[in-house]
């Protein structure tokens, strides 16, 4: 799906299995920048570079061409064919900082970060080969250049890129949709983010990763709502504390979610440890 000029989307189905038996149905968005060469934000879950490939050839384009692969953060919905992508295109790798440990191992992160199946969605370790900090600027030819916005929460490096030209903002997972899984570590780094991104003059676009692309008075509105979303969570969190510290997250998950008005697949590990970290904050 073509978003402006040089953006194309694309939506990458899959399925996060969040407890033993329960598996629920998700998708993430990757996009394409098309200029004399290609970069591509983010790669999507294990297998996603034959779905990238087969688009670039109905666009009379090449996976050869994709020169650069450029992440939000280093989640496996987000990194997972970067692998394959990396080895067939030959193309650069570029990755905040902080992120740079979690996609050079794979084990790492799985082992700090466990995810119930996500080594089924993640291909392997991938080297990187240059890491950007906040407010760098990555130059993918001629008027093509993406600003580097640091917007930890989601992760500790997540990152936002603001493409001036396309008047366009890739935000990753940096914006929540109500309603939708809520998984960050630091749900006041979330809300300092999603500020700052409000603050940015000139977005007419955003592409998120959990959500649709979003256009003029939605995309703006879409930010909006995600820090209502984020008040209802720190505010059901410190109801659920006040009512009963339970020492068991799951039960504590359920206050949370129940309040929240979340179906019952929220009640599961990802979704339990970020209500925790509001918590661990206060």
Sequence with gaps: MQITEHIHALRIPFQIIVAPGMVIDRYVYVYLILGK???????????????IFKYLEGLGRTSREISDVILTHSHPDHIGSAKSIKELTGSLVHIHSAEKAWIESIELQFEERPVPGAGLLVEGSVKVDHVFEDGDIIRLGKDLEIEVFHTPGHSKGSVSFFMRKEKALFCGDAVLVPGQMPIFEDLAGCVDSLSRLKRLDGVEVLLSSWDVPRKGAQASGAID????????????????????LSPDLMEFCKRITDKLGLPAAMVNPLVARSFRSVLNRS
């Design 37 to 51: 060469r290609i970069a591509l934000v983010d790669t999507g879950v294990f297998g996603a570079g034959k779905i």
């Design 225 to 244: 709502e995600s820090l209502k979303y984020l008040a209802d969570i720190h505010a059901a969190v410190r109801a659920a504390a006040l009512e009963d």
